[in-house]
């Protein structure tokens, strides 16, 4: 009776806030969102977006900011179904919309219909929703039951974002090239598998801009799987991009063929931005997500990467222990030199990659080892080469290099397994497959493997780093080889991958699953995560630190981005026996944040005795996410840091760093009366400058001369060589 009671009495309260809460719209209405400064309108008739603007709260300037004009045309959705060639539009095709239905509760909105484009086999379940993040676009799509009860045929979709393309707006994703303007250079680019002629990110975002009016992303949840991505400005009609593929076999560096060349972005014809997932697909019983974030932000793309990392932190932070060891980074093997390890100390080698310990891949440690320190087994493939391994010499190795100074990273992660390992193991359930049924082969002609923490082949190696940790106590931590994979695994189906209308598995999603048990078990021992290179941000969540072991600047930079405040270095062999080229790798390692890496030390180590000078300047750098803080000098590249507040060295400092691309440090050639220009909220409290140039070695810092002037902090520089940093001053 009691309860009875309450009920009756709470009632008229639950029917005033369902009536002030929850509604339906009649068609014809439209319906706004607003969050996070976005503010947008959309049709309840049709579902489609037809505003989208920038709101300021101070109202500065008087006015708000309109990503698109009406006169563009609308937002909203698209599908292309690749089985019936057909494309279905919100900025074109007839759709209505039901069982629409609004809601509010304090500064959270959100908005459910289902969207049906004319002629479509497939419905979209829309879960719109605002808050203060922003707005946030959630899709279900789903194959609808035809009249005579049979389910149409399975298929693979491409499904996308679509905005009308403002003249005015730059657009860039976190990789090469710069920022421009979309309609004057329009780029496209690439996530996931590499595209031919496509700069690829590793992190599925796409920032929109107009300097000095406002900033938006298109954001893929950092924790929704996702398969491929192409973002940025296209044609009104995309279909002369979409041209058949073919798959390279999964491995480190995989990429795509195209089968006949797609159409080439011509400026003129740019109508649209678009966030397009492809490799994913509809069957009767999969329906496939996608889901957008829509993100506001300064104008400018350094508050991009800010919002973020604000937003999914964990898949950008290290382990405060990195921090103490914030140097150089060089390979070693078991076969230590004295002239290795005195080499390493000159140039601060702070941690080292331990290669060649191991029995086989997937198995790195023999079970007849684990109670035997004396137990000989050869290293595969490199039998030859290391032929007499035993638990009791990699302790020893271990010893000498963590005497010398260096926190040893011990190998013990690969894609592929050895053959022995898989049959002995019973591992034959995590085997991928081609697309004609055979087994994939990577390095050394080994399977590739698709797992996780639960699948044979993914407990197994858990497993196998519980030995490791148990064997080599002194290990700082465990070094994740190829952590870039990328590819589709035919024998396996992930949920959400098609390709060729079959199901099929991404087999980069093997290390965005197998990361985070990684790195719990690291990091619940007191050790670090160090990997080798990555395709995904979403396989960084817990790694510490990133070797590059790629060719050249570009691919560091999306490394860089993708890193933010991680430790990162680079890999490049060519830079042990080129000079030249190694200047240029210490160079985008200095403009990028980067430290002294594997080759760089060999070719001519005293010309790298000048750069490291400078790198170390960069221990422990953080990004810098003010909008348009640094201004260089034509002619020159760079970067601003802020050395972070819990460095051993220099916390707190800002730092500038100055390179001129096409000079070497032997060129002895200088340029006089260059300034440097510095935008940030810290400039009142800067009470000095000084540089240190490359061609400085050996000696002090000068001091620079500076004024404050409309909010700018205007640095006149000595005469600027090869490449300097220049240290900001703090009261």
Known sequence: MKNSLRVLVNFPFVLLAYLLFATSLSAGETFDLDGGGLWSRWDSATGRLLALEYHRPDNRRGTNYAFFDKSQGAGGLEIYDELE???YSDRRTPCRVSGLSTSRFASLQKVEFTKHFEGAPFAIQVTLTADAS?????????????????????RNVRVSF???????????????PEPARITEKPVRYCYGIQEPGLPRTGIPMYTLYEPGGAGMSLLMPLDQPKVQLNLGPEPEDPRGLYVGMKLEEPNAEAGLEYLTEPAKLVPSEIRVVRLT????????????????????????????????????????SLSPRMRSIWNSRLGANVHLTDQQLAGWQEFGAASAWLHTHFHRHGEFIPPEAINDPD???????????????????NRLVIDRLCDNGQAVFLYGFNMHCDTVTVAQRGLFADLTRNIDGSITRSYHDQPVMFFNPASPY???????????????????????????????DFSHDDGITMFGHSQAASVNFSQQRMIGAIADKWHSTGRLVMVNKARTIE???????????????????????MCLNRHLHANEYDAATDAKYAEYTLKYSLEWGGQIGHGQTEADPEMTRHYYALLQALRNRTWVFDPDPLSLPEGTTGNIWRISPDSPWNPGDIVATVVRPKVNLADNNFREGLKVKVRLPEIRRITGASWLGAEQYGKPPIACR??????????????????GVLRLILE
Not at 143 to 148: A, G, I, R
Not at 284 to 311: C, M, N, Q, Y
Not at 375 to 393: G, H, I, L, M, Q
Request: charged share 20%; net charge positive.
């Open 706 to 723: 500076m004024e404050k002037k409309d909010g700018e902090l205007i640095v006149s520089l000595p005469k600027v060589g090869a490449a």
């Open 162 to 176: 679509v905005l009308p393309a403002k003249a005015s707006l730059l657009g860039w994703a976190p990789a090469y």
């Open 375 to 393: 137990y000989t087994f050869f290293c595969e493939p490199y039998a030859k080469e290391y032929p007499d391994n035993t638990v009791r010499k």
């Open 458 to 488: 993914g407990s197994h190696l858990l497993r196998q780093m519980d030995l490791m940790q148990k064997v080599y106590p002194r290990i700082m931590g465990i070094a994740l080889d190829n952590w870039a994979y990328g590819g589709i």
């Open 134 to 154: 922003g707005i946030r676009i959630d899709t279900r799509t789903v194959l609808e039951q035809l009249p005579d009860l049979r389910w149409p045929a399975k």
């Open 539 to 561: 396989s960084l969540k817990g790694a510490d630190s990133m070797l590059s072991e790629a060719s050249g600047a570009e691919i560091f930079a999306m490394f860089a981005y």
């Open 85 to 87: 060639k057909v494309l």
């Open 277 to 316: 997932e492809l490799f994913v697909g509809l069957a009767a019983d999969r329906p496939l997500p996608f889901t957008l974030r829509l993100i506001s932000h300064a104008p400018h793309w350094r508050p991009a990467l800010g919002k973020v990392s604000e937003l999914y932190p964990e898949y950008f």
